[in-house]
């Protein structure tokens, strides 16, 4: 067996994916088709997702929010993201939705949450995938619209529903602005993590951990700036979720070599790996292991110990941790003696 065969089919957990950035070009242009939205000019759907930075990321995003409309529609691209990551290794998934992208949209939360869980379901009955869901908050909005979306949250809680995060650009928009949104979830016994010093301070990650209650930490990179946070981290055994392709492309570190995941681990941080928005940045769950393996030069060993930190890091009952771990570990072990 080949390295990228090996990388492709060990057992995955993925805790960092978002649904609407996980749209396949293909049915992007055949939902906008469907409900009347006006794309830009292309020669192939895949060229849609072809941009230079961050702004025209968020335009594309946002006509993807528009073409979403009905029931079919969430459950349609729930079940196509939990396949294609399946295909490469995926198990488990706690899958963010993003309920404040919609609230201008004219689509209720409970359509929008019916269709991702007929998604979800379909999914496990025919790929044996499990998933829960996030409910992402956004800093683009006040943290009182933040607080709004959580009560509603709870209002309309789901067994399926599990968490709460919240994604964004983090200059001018501290951690602590959101902590009245925090309380509430936590209140309401939801788990909690956010997006924190993919550009923004390390002192972010700190505000996350104590003040939001967070229990892992969506991308982290810029905690390195800071010995004694990431010292604390490393002895707190805190798992962050790491995107490699998405956060490459978008942040300046083209050159994976140099990307600050590599000294995360060398630092000793709990990482595990993702794919953010996977199709949007050409990629998948499985190549996300391989370019890491290319650029960045980690063993099997190493992601042996990325998908374990990743059962440690997500919202499993402990007993559900313990058993994966040892199967998973057996398995892994299995196909590491198989390698070339």
């Known amino acids: 067996m080949d390295l990228e065969t090996f990388l492709r089919r060990i057992p995955k957990v993925e805790l960092h994916c978002h649904l609407e950035g996980a749209v396949k070009a293909a049915t992007f242009v055949e939902l906008a088709a469907k409900h009347q939205v006006a794309l830009p000019s292309y020669r192939e759907p895949e060229d849609l997702y072809a941009y230079d930075n961050i702004l025209d990321f968020l335009k ?60 979800l379901r379909a999914a496990q009955q025919d790929l044996g995938v499990e998933c829960r869901l996030i409910a992402c908050l956004t800093r683009m909005v006040s943290p009182a619209v933040c607080t709004e979306v959580v009560q509603q949250v709870l209002d309309e809680r789901r067994e399926e529903v599990i968490g709460i995060g919240i994604g964004g650009a983090e200059p001018g928009r501290p951690p602590e602005w959101f902590v009245e949104a925090y309380r509430l979830a936590a209140r309401g016994g939801l788990h909690r993590t956010a997006h924190a010093c993919e550009d923004g301070p390390a002192v972010n990650v700190q505000t996350c951990l104590d003040l939001l209650g967070c229990e892992r930490i969506d991308h982290g990179y810029h905690v390195l700036e800071d010995e004694a946070i990431t010292q604390r981290c ?46 949007m940045f050409g990629t998948d769950l499985g190549r996300e292991y391989v370019v890491m393996a290319e650029h960045m030069g980690f ?8 998908v374990l930190n990743g059962i440690d890091g997500s919202w499993l009952d402990e007993s559900t941790k313990r058993r994966w771990r040892q199967e998973w570990a057996r398995e892994i072990d299995g196909l590491i003696a198989q390698l070339d």
């Open 299 to 306: 063993t099997p060993h190493d992601f042996k110990q990325f």
């Open 60 to 119: 594309v995003y946002a006509l993807i929010v528009a073409s979403l409309r009905d029931r079919d529609d969430f459950a349609r691209i729930t079940y196509e993201a939990l396949a294609d990551a399946a295909a490469n290794g995926l198990r488990y998934s706690e899958l963010f939705y993003s309920p404040v992208d919609f609230l201008g949209s004219g689509v209720p939360y409970r359509v929008m949450l019916d269709g991702i869980i007929a998604g």
């Open 234 to 279: 490393a002895e707190q055994g805190v798992v962050f979720t790491v995107c490699p392709t998405s956060t490459a492309q978008v942040y300046g570190w083209r050159d994976l070599s140099r990307h600050p995941i590599r000294a995360m681990v060398s630092r000793g941080l709990k990482v595990m790996v993702n794919s953010d928005d996977p199709p």
